[in-house]
């Protein structure tokens, strides 16, 4: 079994700051590309960021500038940094990731996603 859990959801004010970390567990052998999506009332799923192994960031056009994606690989840890955080911003925010395991000797690559963590900017 291999699973996300994302962490660091809540509620902060307008023009705040907040971190969200996820971190993958379970029979993993390697991770490959690691991404943030989000999710706003009424709107479908979106692209935050994502980060490769090697640690070369993508991002979305609005948010660049603004957040920042990171990884540990040693603790199979993604991480979303987030600033000037506007309204809009509210979301639940999903973590997601490509682990590859093996079991039996068979590898197996595929996209895992957390359950999501909810956070809201507001005054």
């Known amino acids: 079994q291999v699973q996300l859990v994302e962490s660091g959801g809540g509620l902060v004010q307008p023009g705040g700051s907040l971190s969200l970390s996820c971190a993958a567990s379970?029979?993993?052998?390697?991770?490959?590309?690691m991404g943030w999506s989000r999710q706003a009332p009424g709107k479908q799923r979106e692209l935050v960021a994502t980060?490769?192994?090697?640690?070369?960031?993508n991002y979305a056009d609005s948010l660049k500038g603004r957040f920042t994606i990171s990884r540990d690989d040693a603790k199979n840890t993604v991480y979303l940094q987030m600033n000037s955080l506007k309204p809009e911003g509210t979301a639940v925010y999903f973590c997601?990731?490509?682990?590859?395991?093996?079991?039996?000797?068979?590898?197996?690559?595929?996209?895992?996603w957390g359950p999501g963590t909810l956070f809201t900017v507001s005054s």
């Open positions: 379970g029979n993993i052998f390697s991770i490959d590309r």
């Open positions: 997601n990731a490509q682990i590859l395991t093996i079991t039996a000797n068979v590898p197996r690559e595929r996209e895992v």
């Open positions: 980060v490769s192994r090697g640690g070369r960031a």
